[in-house]
């Protein structure tokens, strides 16, 4: 029952208040109107009374009178209160509680004069009565009702039937079936029937019938007879059992319900007669069953795809043809109507939308609206519905529609008036039509454009109070797209009209919206429902049969075929094409051809879906060697640049999931961006240009445009503008060259973890080429305005955003050239009205410089620490990172070529006969329109070049400071400038060695060229080593182009006169501040920069070789792609280019069959150079190798910083410097700091990297110390070398010891292998003895005398030879050679050097003597027989000279040992530690000799020579024809030997360090 509280303060009151507020409370209670709900209160209002009596609050006789005064409020009031005694009999009568129970019988009592007994018996407990006294025995009663009931319900009457008369049926009908149309009403009709059932006898059920009977016929009158059964009927389920006889009469097999019968049930549904519980239960078929069809049905459609993907054997069809005949005898037993349906389809007829929701509710999702028949009343219903509403706001301009009428239901949903009035009924209808909104288009697209005008409203509509209304709104219309509009439109046949309506629609929402549909509608909706899933599975069949048939010739038939699949299901089809395109690339082509009849709907689908296959997780984006990225993901970017390039689909979806990727640190799939910006942009970037191109790259974007790219760039301004546009508008420039700048790093260092080193590298390139693209793209079309409102200043973008710099500045130049010219046009308009000359606008355009880049310069003080600037200006810095190539230099060859070809197109047009008049005149029109283009552009450079160019020689004196050293100076601007910019594209690489040319053409203060020219070919190794591919192809065009000034050069006297003779750069002092202009001695001359350019080829070849032999693909790589691009320049010496050939050789052996890209590179490299080898010279023609004795040394380059003359002096000094200078370079990567070996010639002064300011005073220490030592060899020399300086008698002293060793070393092995005199026996024991006492005493840094001998006696020896015998020191080892002839073994051993490889020097790879030994071996090639003769008696001869010397050696060489030898502990320590040396490479003998064998002729530094002779001396006598023997069959030592080769030479190295300390002190000693 239900609850009404009574107030407590009533009761407490009952008598002052709590009476009268009560009477009056149910005086309300009775007035209201509302159906049925007044009883309920009335008899809630009365409960609570009776309540508070029975529990003791109020006194009986106060309710009983109340309870008296209620019965005249309503006739049927004591009827009420019986049902209250009723309910609290039953409830006290539960209760233990005595008291309470004798309560509720006193009130009974009490009230007894107001309810008559007969209600209270036929509602009252028997027990209750008795106690109460309206009945004697309750027993009794029981019995007395149990026989009444069963005379009621189970005693069959019988009633005769000849009693009803059918005369009565007859007028009953006439009655029924009588003209309504006049003022007949079912009240006048009633009371005929109640008469002709009294007077006829007639059964009032049957009646009933009847009169169904004749509605049924009459079905148009439902007003009359609705009226006319709700007056007759007395109960409503006799009527629906009537109806469900009727019902269950049509329920045999081939039978049909009429559709007036479902009429008749739903319109007493309608108007509630019958209840929907109560006639639901007599319809066929019962639920259970219709849920096994909707079952059965969904596995039918999903076998019937699996037939259509799968390959079906002939024996099967057949099989399968049999079982669908039987299936189709079976259908031919119609089974009987689902009647629960022709009840829904009359509901919706009458607009009963409430009865058929609940009918819908008890059957499967879409299983009632996939009858063709319930989908098109509801659509009807909804068309109702809608039509007020679609008159406002829906209707597009100047159409009419038909004009629907409403229903005359008054209890039909009502017509929707605004958009709010839509979700009462219209979006649930929709929800349940699904998508069978698809059987009418008209409604479909009334919806659709509901939905648009909505979203105008909504986007119009920003007021705060109606957003949330709207955006309930906008997520109901979404989900009618998702769950109606798509899953309909794949049901419709091809209809392109309501694609394009759709997108209408669609394109109002953001793109995240549109995707969200489009992946429920590829994955989730296609399941839903049988009829999808069979559309599914054809769509698939359909696509498979268009894609086997297309190809490039028949893409217009082809391309209709695929219109019209994709006008309906364009995921399913775009999904299948994209999986073939991941297989077959060569499909894109077609492809895209073909997809020209798609619509917008559909490009926007195809978007959605391209994305979702390059984000598909299933896939690896990496091939199975984790080398290289997967082909499918390659294919997928070609297809995406092609595909938004040609159609006009939005890219922000595709760029926000690239911008995402980045976000995550993936770098994949930076290669869709690439691949987009390069087709829509017509942007390309490779490192694969020619020189042509990169010429073109240096002009303006006209020049560009036309000869800078491999494919000719046409029609892309509405591409690039497209992709402009998405750009600015979803903020995503910016981010995206961010994230490509940082992801540059992030690929190394956070993804390159666990991937191959290539892959690494192949991604970095990728990031890297990606950003120069996008950011070029950037700059040429983005407005001057947009550009700095998105850049960010140089300082922020390093410091706040972690931007690299050379990236930050590469994204800020564009930005600072805008500036300036902007910032030039305003100073130019300001003079307007004065004319004004070329100089003034010069000045302007340097007083623009200065407002724009003054700021840049103190943004780059916060990005470098303080003591950079201490040597580079901030000027300089910004200056060098701020200019291009287009500001340098004018390419008028490319300009001058361009011109050229469009003049050529213009005559072939004039001759072409076949090319109609107006088509000629276009082009013609059109090609000389470029012709001027061209020329303005390349006259409007030609004046910026020389504005910028002034511009420099103004700025020249304040870039470098040079607070430390030149050398310090030099070094910085290559680390912070020269090298991030030469690998950063290939047109910056010609822009950094086009910038030092220039800065040394400015004669620009403390920058010495010279200096940075060795830095950047001395040590390429390292810089080499940590290149990508891409990067070593523009390091690689980066040393072409410094390769090419130096060639220049070097060609000819006159070039470097005019171009270095009097410049500050090719100064050698290195300290100094300023520039005289007048101080000849300072300069550099021709010919000794001949020699250092020698020297620079040298260490290339050096470090080239290094690299070969490394073994590892990165360094090979690198030095293939640095070599094949410096090729024009290098190599340019005969014995250089031998020794590279013969390890490229190598490389393609035995890389063949291991690693092929490694071989491809080095066979193409190997052709190359083979081709070059007739534009190779001899050493000697390269650069001139005087002998002294023959031409003795001019003042005047003596007199130079350090002895600038030197180089000239002999080639084994140069030698001598160049390996000097490769040790230095090891030691100035390490930071350490060495003095100048006094034989370095001018070349060796440039390679050292601190303290060469102090070259002179250590020189000249050196030589004053050397005057102290030996007045006596300085008196032999001076008989040797006339006019000698104070330099070169050091040098000759040192010389002269090398000689006296020299020959030391051939006496002893001449003992062992030839017949001497006894006393000659004797010396050598003596000499064997005292070489091991020395041994002892090297190691402890004791100064070997007879071992510095040898090495003068050597250099001595090739200082003879000079320029006759270049190389063939060599090749000629220390062996044994007698006075008058040398054996037959010695001989052959020189045969055998004479063609030895150059890799037999691998072994002291480290000590950089390859390229040092291999090239003077293979230098003997071109010298004759006749000339190795004479050698060999020049050097009997100087044996024969040098016999005394050796004899006075010796005594000096006891005393010396007999006043040391307090050193002896120190000594034999030593000496165990040199031994356990020696032993570690017992077998490596050979290959100590071998690096001792052509360390005569080769540039060893001193202390190399005397560490390595005072380790190797006992071993060299009696055995130096073994070495060489062991030394030609070089090639066959493990890479394993070498190793420990190494380990032992530098061990080597840093005792002979230790020993040159100790060889100072023992001389001050003596």
Not at 213 to 232: N, P
């Amino acid at each position: 029952m239900a609850t009404l509280i009574l107030p407590g303060d009533w009761i407490k009151n009952w008598e002052k208040s709590g009476k009268n507020e009560f009477v009056q409370l149910c005086k309300r209670l009775t007035e209201k109107t509302d159906h049925g709900s007044e009883v309920r209160d009335i008899q809630a209002a009365l409960y609570e009374l009776c309540w508070q009596v029975v529990q003791g609050n109020l006194k009986l006789d106060l309710a009983a009178g109340v309870l008296g005064d209620m019965m005249e409020l309503r006739d049927d009031m004591s009827s009420i209160l019986a049902d209250v005694f009723s309910v609290l009999d039953l409830e006290t009568g539960a209760l233990e509680e005595k008291n309470k129970r004798d309560h509720y019988t006193q009130l009974v009592g009490a009230c007894l004069l107001c309810v008559p007994e007969a209600i209270l018996k036929e509602r009252l407990d028997p027990e209750t009565l008795e106690s109460l006294g309206l009945i004697k025995q309750a027993h009794q009663f029981n019995q007395k009702i149990v026989k009444i009931k069963t005379k009621l319900f189970y005693k069959q009457q019988k009633f005769n039937l000849l009693r009803e008369e059918n005369e009565g049926y007859a007028k009953l009908i006439t009655e029924l079936g009588q003209d309504l149309s006049g003022n007949i009403t079912s009240h006048l009709v009633l009371e005929s029937i109640k008469s002709l059932i009294g007077c006829f006898n007639l059964d009032p059920n049957r009646v009933l019938d009847i009169i169904l009977e004749v509605y049924e016929g009459r079905s148009d009158q439902d007003e009359f007879f609705l009226s006319l059964i709700k007056s007759y009927m007395c109960e409503p389920l006799t009527l629906c059992h009537i109806l469900g006889f009727k019902f269950k009469f049509y329920q045999e097999p081939n039978e049909e319900t009429p559709k007036s019968l479902y009429h008749i049930a739903a319109a007493l549904l309608h108007h509630n007669l019958i209840e929907l519980e109560d006639l639901y239960v007599h319809l066929m078929p019962v639920d259970a069953t219709i849920v096994e069809e909707h079952k059965r049905d969904i596995s039918e459609a999903k076998q019937i795809a699996r037939k259509l993907v799968m390959v079906v054997v002939p024996s099967e069809k057949n099989e399968d043809k049999d079982k669908d005949k039987e299936k189709e005898e079976e259908k031919n037993d119609k089974p009987p109507d689902n009647q629960k349906l022709g009840l829904l389809e009359a509901l919706l007829r009458i607009g009963d939308w409430h009865h058929a929701q609940s009918i819908m509710d008890q059957m499967p999702s879409f299983y009632a609206t996939s009858h063709k028949a319930i989908a098109l009343a509801l659509c009807q219903l909804v068309h109702l519905t809608v039509e007020p509403l679609y008159r406002r706001a829906g209707i597009p301009k100047g159409a009419r529609g038909v004009v629907l009428k409403p229903l005359r239901n008054k209890r039909a949903p009502r017509p929707a008036e605004s958009f709010e009035d839509l979700r009462r009924d219209t979006f649930s209808m929709l929800c349940y039509l699904g998508p069978h909104l698809s059987h009418d288009p008209i409604l479909f697209a009334k919806i659709v454009r509901l939905g648009k005008g909505f979203m105008k409203e909504h986007q119009s509509d920003a007021r705060p109070e109606v957003k949330d209304r709207n955006d309930t709104l906008l997520s109901c219309f979404l989900s009618i797209a998702d769950q109606v509009l798509l899953p309909s439109l794949s049901l419709m046949e091809c209809n392109a009209c309501l694609s394009e309506e759709v997108w209408g629609l669609f394109k109002l929402f953001p793109y995240q919206h549109r995707y969200r549909l489009y992946g429920q509608w590829k994955n989730e909706t296609y399941t839903s429902h049988p009829l999808l899933v069979k559309v599914k599975a054809q769509t698939v069949e359909r696509a498979r049969y268009i894609m086997k048939r297309l190809t490039k010739e028949n893409v217009k038939q082809s391309g209709r075929q695929i219109g019209k699949l994709s006008h309906s299901n364009p995921t399913i089809l775009f999904d299948y094409m994209l999986s073939q395109i991941q297989w077959y690339d060569n499909l894109i082509v077609p492809v895209v051809d073909s997809l020209k009849y798609l619509t917008s709907l559909n490009y926007d689908v195809l978007a959605y879906c391209i994305i979702e296959a390059l984000a598909n997780p299933e896939k690896e984006k990496m091939k199975h060697d984790d080398t290289t990225i997967s082909s499918w993901l390659q294919s997928l970017a070609s297809l995406c640049g092609a595909v938004f390039r040609k159609y006009p689909i939005e890219l922000a979806g595709l760029l926000q999931y690239v911008t995402n990727q980045l976000k995550a640190g993936k770098s994949f799939d930076l290669l869709i961006l690439k691949e987009v910006v390069q087709k829509m942009a017509g942007i390309e970037i490779t490192d694969e240009m020619t020189l042509e191109q990169l010429e073109a790259m240096m002009g303006g974007e006209q020049l560009k445009a036309e000869g800078g790219y491999f494919g000719q760039i046409r029609n892309t301004k509405k591409s690039s503008q497209r992709l402009k546009d998405v750009l600015l508008d979803h903020e995503l420039a910016l981010p995206l060259c961010l994230l490509m700048a940082q992801q540059r790093n992030g690929v190394v260092f956070l993804e390159g973890g666990e991937k191959h080193l290539k892959l690494v590298g192949h991604l970095y390139d990728q990031c890297h080429d990606t950003l120069v693209q996008f950011g070029g793209f950037l700059a040429s079309n983005l407005s001057t305005e947009d550009y700095i409102r998105r850049v960010p200043s140089i300082d922020i973008l390093c410091n706040q955003f972690h931007t690299p710099h050379d990236a930050a500045f590469f994204l800020s130049r564009p930005m600072y050239a805008h500036q300036i010219l902007s910032k030039y046009d305003e100073l130019k308009k300001a003079d307007k009205g004065n004319r004004q000359q070329q100089v003034s606008k010069v000045q302007k355009y340097v007083a623009a410089c200065e407002q724009v880049m003054t700021p840049v310069h103190e943004a780059v003080v916060s990005l470098h620490p303080a003591r950079v600037w201490d040597d580079i200006r901030p000027k300089f810095y910004a200056t060098f990172w701020s200019l291009t190539m287009y500001d340098l230099a004018v390419p008028h060859a490319a300009y001058e070529r361009e011109v050229n070809k469009l003049k050529a197109q213009i005559k072939a047009i004039e001759e072409n006969p076949e090319i109609p008049l107006n088509k000629k005149k276009k082009e013609k029109e059109r090609c000389t329109a470029l012709q001027e283009k061209l020329q303005e552009e390349e006259k409007k450079q030609l004046e910026h070049v020389q504005r910028v160019l002034h511009r420099l020689k103004l700025e020249k004196d304040d870039w470098l400071l040079a607070k430390s050293t030149k050398n310090e100076t030099i070094t910085k601007f290559f680390q912070l400038c020269l090298f991030p910019r030469c690998i950063f594209s290939s047109i910056d690489a010609i822009y950094c060695a086009r910038f030092v040319e220039l800065v040394h053409q400015q004669k620009t203060h403390n920058f010495c060229t010279l200096l940075c020219y060795d830095r950047v070919f001395s040590a390429i190794i390292y810089t080499v080593a940590s290149c990508t591919e891409n990067e070593s192809h523009r390091y690689g065009r980066f040393l072409c182009c410094m390769l090419e000034t130096v060639t220049r050069w070097h060609s000819d006297r006159a070039i470097y006169e005019k171009e270095c003779g009097n410049y500050p750069g090719f100064l050698t002092i290195f300290r100094a501040t300023g520039f005289d202009g007048g101080n000849k001695l300072d300069q550099l001359d021709y010919e000794n920069f001949r020699h250092v350019v020698h020297k620079w080829h040298y260490m290339l070849t050096k470090a080239s070789v290094h690299c070969l032999e490394t073994g590892d693909y990165t360094h090979i790589r690198n030095i293939l792609i640095v070599l094949t691009k410096i090729l024009p320049c290098y190599p340019k010496v005969l014995n250089l280019g031998q020794a590279l050939e013969c390890r490229v050789h190598k490389i393609c052996n035995e890389e063949k069959d291991k690693r092929p890209d490694l071989y491809a590179l080095a066979m193409g490299y190997s052709g190359r150079l083979k081709s070059q080898k007739v534009h190779m010279v001899p050493e000697n023609e390269f650069h001139h190798k005087v002998q002294p004795a023959r031409n003795a040394t001019p003042a005047s380059q003596q007199n130079g910083p350090g002895s600038s003359g030197k180089p000239a002096t002999s080639t084994n000094k140069t030698e001598e410097g160049m390996s000097e200078d490769g040790e230095r370079g090891k030691d100035k990567s390490q930071g350490t700091t060495k003095p100048v070996n006094k034989a370095n010639s001018a070349a060796a002064k440039v390679t050292t990297s601190n303290g060469n300011g102090a070259l002179n005073s250590t020189k000249t220490a050196k030589e004053r110390d050397d005057k102290e030592k030996s007045g006596k060899e300085k008196k032999e020399k001076k008989e040797k070398t006339p006019g000698s300086t104070p330099e070169t008698k050091a040098e000759n002293r040192r010389e002269k010891q090398r000689d006296e060793r020299a020959a030391k070393e051939e006496r002893v092995p001449r003992e062992g292998k030839e017949k001497t005199p006894k006393a000659d026996r004797e010396k050598a024991k003596a000499e064997e003895k005292s070489g091991k006492e020395d041994k002892a005493k090297a190691g402890n840094g004791e100064s070997m005398e007879p071992s510095r001998d040898r090495d003068a006696v050597k250099e001595s020896k090739s200082k003879e030879k000079g320029d006759r015998s270049a190389a063939s020191g060599s090749l000629k080892s220390p062996g044994p050679r007698s006075e008058s002839a040398e054996s037959e073994r010695d001989h052959k051993r020189r045969k055998l050097d004479s063609h030895a490889s150059p890799s037999h020097s691998s072994s002291v790879k480290d000590n950089s003597n390859e390229p040092k030994d291999s090239a003077p071996k293979h230098h003997i090639t071109f010298n004759s027989v006749s000339r190795s003769k004479s050698r060999e008696r020049e050097m009997e001869k100087k044996d024969s000279e040098n016999t005394q010397g050796r004899s006075k050696e010796k005594k000096e060489e006891k005393e010396r040992k007999e006043r040391k030898r307090d050193h002896v502990v120190n000594d034999r320590e030593t000496s165990q530690e040199s031994k356990r040396k020696k032993d570690e490479n017992g077998t490596n003998s050979s290959k100590n000799s071998k690096s001792a064998s052509p360390s005569s002729d080769s540039p060893l530094s001193a202390e190399k020579e005397k560490s390595k002779r005072s380790k190797s001396s006992s071993k060299e006598k009696g055995e130096s024809v073994k070495p060489e023997r062991t030394s030609s069959g070089g090639k066959k030592e493990s890479r394993h030997d070498k190793e420990k080769a190494d380990k032992k030479e530098k061990r080597d190295s840093s005792g002979g360090k230790e020993e040159k300390k100790h060889h100072k002190s023992s001389e001050k000693h003596r």
